[in-house]
């Protein structure tokens, strides 16, 4: 747990009854993020528009491809809009502003420097002298839970301990608005929780120097729990399509029925969204998410099945598969596409044919899977019929990544096509020989 002593008001001020009135501290006007492909611009975000203010902790909801992580490093300076202007305290933001923090993913720790020297670091680029860097730095330590570690490495530390050393890291430099990106996604469930509560508690306790936090997740039970107001982004590109306010205050109650409702309501907006793309098909130049076919049998397999006997609310899928947005949307998202399952106001229904799927043996399984393949999905259809029509039955994978390459930047085309693949693989529509990059309708290895 957080240290519960108090520190020094000079080293942590805590924020004054006035700036918890709401003067604002950011705000986003109309800016997109995008890059020249063949000179038409592909977007990553698209006319975002949102505004941060004192005293509170607003989240950044969304599936891959919505641009969440993209738009972070915006507000902090770190790269800048194709379009539209970001300002920090009233003025222009033009590169990394004083003030602003930001938390990780991934820890982003020096593994060769102790816990002490790594919380420092900051100080030392911004040119604070020793003696006041080292009484500083031992405060952060202190107030994020890990006095005694001092002089530990991060090779020393567990995960968990590993990101409060980068929260100490963020909060030493005293900063305004604190951005978080993903911080606890890369946890385990129980030390994720314990760091947010620990978090949430500093917070409301007025403890951190900090006052806003901008988080990005794609979990939407952590953004319910921790924030004051919610942004969900479409995807590809990222817009804001719907703000929510969360009623409740802090501490709150996962299982009370208000916030289990929230969390509903929130599944049913991006499902609908999700619905509403979907139910136009998919094109050629579409991207799609990698998901295997294990986890789609699996979802149908589990909504089959007794309690659910065919629909299933995706909360509660999501809770009893221990699955989060960036799992569970996706693999819907495909069923759906395929004619497996239709999704509608947070709830996944299974199709007839999925219905039959999860009776089904192996074989049969590949064969239904293959007819829907080729039906629904336009690359997996096309690679079928370049390699019917040319002699040898051969075509290499440069063929349709080039044409993939049209509509998707190159990371996306890339993956579109490996996702195709491995789908055409279980079928058994065609092979692909990852040596070669040939695509066959004979094995490539014979």
């Known amino acids: ?69 993209t738009l972070l490093r915006i507000i902090a300076g770190l790269i800048e809009p194709t379009d539209g202007e970001v300002s920090y305290l009233g003025k222009p933001l033009d590169g990394p502003a004083k003030g602003v923090a930001m938390v990780f993913q991934t820890f982003a720790l020096f593994p060769w420097l102790t816990v002490l020297q790594n919380v420092e670091a900051g100080l030392e680029a911004q040119g604070v002298g020793a003696r006041e860097r080292r009484e500083r730095a031992l405060a952060a330590i202190d107030l994020i839970g890990l006095d005694g570690f001092e002089n530990a490495y991060p090779r020393e530390l567990s995960g968990g301990m590993r990101q409060r050393v980068g929260f100490a890291r963020a909060l030493v430099v005293d900063p305004t608005l604190l951005l978080m990106d993903e911080p606890f996604s890369a946890l385990d469930v ?10 949430l508690d500093l917070w409301t306790q007025g403890r951190m120097p900090i006052k806003s936090v901008l988080i990005v997740t794609h979990n939407i ?17 990222g817009r804001v399509v719907a703000e929510i306010k969360v009623p409740f205050n802090h501490p709150r109650n996962r299982l009370d029925p208000a916030f289990r409702r929230l969390v509903d309501e929130i599944y049913a907006k991006m499902t609908a969204r999700q619905t509403e793309s979907t139910r136009k098909g998919l094109e050629l130049g579409n991207w799609l998410p990698s998901v295997s076919t294990n986890l789609m049998a699996g979802l149908i397999e589990t909504v089959a099945a007794a309690p659910y006997h065919g629909r299933a609310d995706m909360p509660e899928i999501a809770r009893s598969l221990h699955l989060e947005v960036d799992d569970l949307f996706p693999v819907a998202e495909v069923l759906q596409h395929l004619g497996f399952a239709e999704v509608r106001e947070g709830d996944i229904m299974l199709t007839p044919p999925a219905r039959v799927f999860a009776e089904l043996g192996t074989q049969d399984r590949k064969m239904m899977f293959a007819e829907h393949l080729l039906r629904h999905v336009p690359l997996a259809s096309r690679i079928k019929k370049v390699l019917n029509e040319r002699p040898g039955h051969r075509a290499p994978r440069v063929r349709f990544e080039q044409e993939l390459e049209d509509f998707l930047s ?37």
Do not use: H
Not at 40 to 49: A, K, S
Not at 190 to 199: K, M, Q, V, W
């Open 1 to 69: 747990m957080l240290n519960p002593k108090v520190v020094s008001a000079d080293l942590f001020p805590a924020p004054s009854t006035t700036s918890r009135l709401g003067a604002e501290v950011l705000r986003v006007k109309d800016v997109s993020r995008g890059f020249d492909k063949n000179q038409d611009e592909l977007l990553v975000l698209d006319g975002v528009n949102l505004s941060l203010r004192e005293g509170e902790i607003v989240g950044m909801l969304g599936r891959s491809g919505s641009g969440k992580s």
């Open 221 to 237: 039970e952590e953004a319910v729990f921790m924030c004051d107001r919610i942004l969900v982004l479409s995807s590809n590109p």
């Open 410 to 446: 190159d990371n996306a085309a890339e993956d579109t096509l490996d996702t195709v693949i491995n789908w055409g693989r279980y079928g058994e529509i065609f092979s692909y020989n990852d040596q070669t990059e040939l695509f066959s309708l004979e094995d490539v290895e014979s």
């Open 190 to 199: 129980l030390t994720a929780e314990t760091l947010r509560t620990d978090l």
